[in-house]
């Protein structure tokens, strides 16, 4: 697949000691996000270039998602209990900031803003104007 990690289709690749364990394709983009057995993310370009990046995480990614729209989102759940937020930078392709959550404060977090989207909703449906803020 790239320098970093082989393609698992040779025997000679089997002997190496770090393995792709999740795999996401994001279409809109035209990019690849794994994670590797050595505690990484990678994405690359989809095409016959390298990886463009490799995000370092500290432990397993047991999980991996993304968003479908710009601000490029990539969240990675690792066997800490940990999720983490990776935003590309606007400037730089190549360039991923992180912010960590522990889980449960990701889920008392999202749940918050879609109470916030769900008040949105019944109020354009009733035609009141709304002003919310999205907590931090």
Known sequence: VSDF???????EEQTLKYHLQLLCFCPEFNQVVAS????????????????ITALKCKHAVESLTYTQKVPI????????GMLNK???LQTNTF???????????????LAAMLKIKNKRTESDASGHSHHAAIPA
């Open 5 to 11: 990690i082989g393609t698992f289709q040779s025997e």
């Open 86 to 88: 990776w935003e590309r």
């Open 73 to 80: 989102l990539i969240f990675s759940g690792g066997s800490d």
């Open 95 to 109: 360039m991923y900031s992180k912010e960590s959550f522990l889980y449960s404060e990701a889920q008392a977090k």
């Open 36 to 51: 590797s057995s050595r505690r990484q993310l990678f994405v690359w370009k989809y095409n016959t270039s390298g990886c």
